[in-house]
């Protein structure tokens, strides 16, 4: 059993990366998690999404938050 198994339903993961070495991480949670490549799509990738830089990482996180009714903290 896996860590991410381990957790109790319902349980959303995801992952962002932006380097060769997240390729791994991506691989690794094939059908377990969302991922997402962080960079231009000129570079291929085993994640499931893309954005294209940190300021659409912010927007998604921001829209996730919104989503779930957190705010920033001040």
Known sequence: MTAL???APPMLSL???DD???ELAFEALLGQAITVRVGPPD??????YRLEGVEAV???LERLAA???WR???
């Open 43 to 48: 570079v291929a990738s085993r994640a499931t």
């Open 5 to 7: 198994q381990a957790l």
């Open 67 to 69: 989503m779930v009714g």
């Open 20 to 22: 060769w070495t997240d």
């Open 15 to 17: 992952y962002m990366g």
């Open 72 to 74: 920033p903290v001040p």
């Open 58 to 60: 912010h927007g998604l």
